[in-house]
């Protein structure tokens, strides 16, 4: 599991247990990722932190992805029907969206939201059904309640609004609401708000922290030096990778993206739901520049705006195969679009299936090693009981996801520095610049009497991520210990 996944693995953990959740302005972000995973959970018949697995968490992302591609079910007509199904099949098939799909944090919900909503907006206008206007307002309260960068999925939502306004008299008329039905939105937004951030009821202060906490965010944004990169990452990430391990582009895509856009805004040839297409472009358009003006960038942000770009792609490549008149330019398009599909099915499974972890993979970010699942199952394999007393050191804490993998250890002391009493745990797992310091304090603190001899706990170089190594050590006693079990438990299996 990833770092980030790892940290809500945890958080949910807190909530599945103890049957409470506090929502903290400073870190994790909003609390539906929490929530939502009580339900998977359930499903699987899961009380304990230590009962969960990767499935229960990461059906939860994958689950509501799929909510994106059933929206795009409110597109369909009879008049455009193939471009519903090209731009489903487009978000399916798309590299990034996969990665990140399966992944256990809130980016794939937030995405799956907004788009969703948009969808749910447009319904509405087309059929002034009251139960859109309830789903849409659903949905927008689930935005703001998923993560604090919903902020920059309003911003981009209100320009589109009035870019799209002054552009068109007859779209301002398009999108009349009564203040009845706009009260609507907003009193279903801000009861699904209320009642996620105040943890049903039971934290009252989460409502006043879920504002509170934009003042973080703005403050963050640009202060970790670690997630700092230039203003042209996003593109960077997705146009172009090659390496020894794989090659990656999404060239074609962006391609395709600027000829949808060209049609949507410029070309006399139009669908019936230009208005809908033109907002998301814009509505894309503009996260995209915002995300890249922010120097705080992490792959997995580029899901805001790309989505949106695959629908540009979806309306480029459609409305493409529609003027081509003669049948040989069809049918050398549809070759070319088939090549073009094709790349993209096997970039999936690369990224995806083939080298998920590996960091020639563009999308990969900090990813751990497999080797912690290794050092977690030696550590098991040596530990006598669940309560045996664990002591990981590591600077900065940068110890995880190995937190998740320890889950049945009851005692693990997680430290960014050497204690003094570190000779009284039987395991430890260290960092190498700690290693001198260790070795000293385990042989001058103990009392007299009270020394113990530590022998390595692995064989060979394990890490917890490229270049990140962790030392085991374990006290021989226990060790010896430990071995005489095994081997009256040999003794009696014989018997």
């Not at 029907?81 to 990034?96: D, E, G, H, N």
């Not at 504002?211 to 640009?222: E, P, Q, R």
Request: hydrophobic share 45%; charged share 15%; aromatic share 18%.
């Amino acid at each position: 599991m990833h770092t980030d996944e790892a940290v809500h693995a945890v958080k949910f953990g807190e909530l599945l247990e103890n049957d409470s959740y506090k929502y903290d302005p400073i870190e994790y972000h909003g609390p539906t990722l929490n929530y939502f995973t009580l339900i998977s959970a359930s499903l699987f018949g899961e009380k304990t932190f230590q009962e969960i697995d990767e499935i229960t968490l990461r059906l939860v992302p994958t689950i509501i992805s799929l909510l994106l591609i059933a929206s795009l079910l409110l597109l369909y007509n009879k008049n455009n029907f193939r471009l519903t199904i090209l731009i489903a099949f487009l978000i399916t098939v798309s590299p990034v969206v996969q990665f990140y799909s399966r992944y256990y944090i809130q980016e794939i919900l937030l995405v799956a939201f907004s788009y969703s909503s948009l969808l749910t907006f447009y319904k509405y206008f087309k059929t002034k059904r009251i139960l859109w206007l309830i789903v849409s307002g659903l949905l927008v309260g689930l935005i703001f309640t998923t993560k604090e960068t919903s902020i920059i999925t309003f911003f981009a939502a209100i320009v589109a609004l009035i870019v799209l306004s002054f552009l068109n008299t007859n779209f301002r008329r398009k999108i009349l609401v009564s203040k009845t039905h706009l009260g609507l939105v907003l009193v279903i937004a801000a009861f699904v708000s209320i009642l996620f951030y105040s943890s049903f009821f039971s934290n009252l202060k989460g409502i006043s922290d879920s504002i509170l906490t934009f003042i973080n965010y703005f403050s963050k944004a640009g202060s970790n030096p670690i997630h700092i990169q230039p203003w042209y990452y996003y593109i960077e990430l997705m146009s172009f990778t090659h390496n020894g391990l794989l090659f990656y582009s999404s060239i074609p895509i962006f391609f395709f993206t600027l000829v949808g856009f060209y049609f949507i805004f410029l070309s006399a040839h139009k669908t019936s739901n230009i208005f809908l297409f033109r907002f998301i472009a814009i509505f894309s358009l503009v996260q995209a520049i915002v995300y890249s003006l922010i120097s705080y960038k992490t792959p997995w942000l580029v899901l805001n705006f790309w989505v949106g770009f695959l629908f540009m792609a979806g309306y480029g490549i459609y409305q493409t195969y529609n003027i081509l008149k003669e049948n040989i330019s069809k049918r050398i398009f549809t070759l070319l679009f088939i090549i073009i599909i094709s790349h993209n099915i096997y970039q999936t499974f690369n990224t995806s299936f083939k080298f998920p972890y590996q960091s020639e993979n563009p999308f990969t970010y900090s990813q751990p090693s497999p080797q912690v699942i290794k050092i977690a199952n030696k550590v098991f394999s040596v530990a006598e009981r669940a309560n045996v007393l664990v002591n990981v050191v590591v600077p900065k804490n940068d110890y995880w996801p190995l937190p998740y993998y320890l889950r049945e250890l009851k005692n693990v002391a997680w430290n960014n520095y050497v204690p003094d009493d570190i000779y009284k745990f039987p395991i430890i797992l260290v960092s190498p610049e700690f290693e001198d310091e260790l070795i000293n304090k385990l042989y001058s603190n103990p009392p007299p009497g009270q020394q113990n001899l530590y022998i390595p706990l692995f064989d060979k170089y394990l890490e917890l991520r490229p270049s990140v190594e962790l030392r085991g050590y374990v006290q021989k006693e226990y060790y010896d210990h430990h071995l005489r079990i095994l081997d009256n438990t040999s003794g009696d299996d014989k018997l």
